[in-house]
């Protein structure tokens, strides 16, 4: 009977982590056909390119769910509004791409996908709180540096999706209610900004009482990580939220080696509950020929077998 159960209980382990594997793999099936990326990775805002907005890549159902997958596992809020600004920057490729297909319907899909991300955004950013020590302000400092860059970053590429809606082939009908989905994009962007600017001054009056400084050289301070951040690459760590500060080349390379450490454990489990259920149905054919050919021996037998299924 246990092992009965225990073997019940493997294969339906065995099948969620089947189903992790497929949400992990499936980004690499792209949906819609990718753009090419620029080459050197970098993108430059001035120019407000799709190549330099980032805006040429795939954007497929499957990527998106394993980006939905990973900040289920994300608890820091910092990286979580990076990761669901990530997401949302996908919405807008899918809103895109849409356009270019003169398909309103799949437009306005993912413009409200992108609308939902957005709210959960500012949710997130009215909830930050800074640090009470110079060291943790000054951190909080450069996080709210980064966050402003990758604000304005989304900003420029909203308003590259406005310039591709306006060669979409749409009737008056569906242009009008596209135009009211992208205003709504372009407020809510902007309702980011005052969030990200509120929060910096309650982080700057914090850092004047605990470092002593005066107002213009807590405001000089911002600048100058400011500057940093307008002279660096945009994306320097790579993740297309537009953080430049000096961490985040590591921290990207980081996550990049957490993120495959954690599809490779996925596959090992998957592979070692297969294995599993192998040897307990081997284990229990075993057992029921030892029991009729040694009718006294069941109880031996049958208690190994549990043993055994129990480490497996």
């Known amino acids: 009977m246990k092992g009965g159960i225990q073997k019940t209980n493997m294969k339906a382990i065995s099948m969620i982590m089947i189903m992790m594997v497929l949400i992990v793999t499936a980004f690499a099936m792209p949906l819609v056909v990718a753009e090419s990326n620029n080459s050197d990775g970098t993108m430059i805002v001035s120019e407000n390119t799709e190549a330099g907005l980032e805006m040429n890549e795939s954007a497929s159902n499957g990527k998106i769910a394993w980006n939905q997958f990973k900040l289920w596992f994300t608890f820091n809020s910092e990286e979580k509004i ?40 500012q949710e997130r950013i009215n909830q930050l709180d800074g640090a009470s020590d110079a060291e943790g302000l000054n951190a909080s400092v450069n996080k709210l540096v980064g966050l402003e860059r990758a604000i304005q970053v989304h900003e420029s590429r909203i308003a590259y999706l406005g310039q591709v809606l306006e060669t979409a082939n749409l009737t008056d009908a569906q242009r009008a209610k596209i135009e009211t989905k992208l205003q709504n994009m372009e407020e809510n962007a902007g309702k980011l900004t005052q969030l990200q600017e509120k929060k910096m001054e309650q982080v700057k009056t914090k850092l004047m009482a605990v470092s002593n ?65 192998n040897e307990t149905e081997s284990e229990d054919d075993e057992e029921s020929e030892t029991g009729q050919q040694q009718g006294g021996s069941d109880g031996s037998g049958a208690g190994s077998s549990n043993q055994q299924s129990g480490k497996a």
Request: proline share 1%; aromatic share 0%.
């Open 82 to 121: 990076e990761g669901e600004l990530e997401l949302a920057k996908l919405r807008l490729i899918q809103a895109k791409i849409a356009a270019k297909n003169n398909n309103s319907e799949a437009i306005g899909k993912a413009m409200d996908a992108h609308e939902k991300i957005m709210n959960k955004i």
């Open 213 to 277: 400084l005066t107002e213009s050289e807590a405001d000089a301070l911002v600048e100058q990580k400011q500057e940093k951040a307008r002279n660096g690459s945009p994306t320097g760590d790579g993740s297309g939220t537009g953080q430049v500060l000096e961490t985040n080349t590591e921290l990207s390379t980081q996550n990049q080696e957490e993120e495959s450490q954690l599809q490779n454990q996925v596959q090992t489990q998957v592979q070692a509950g297969n294995s599993g259920n």
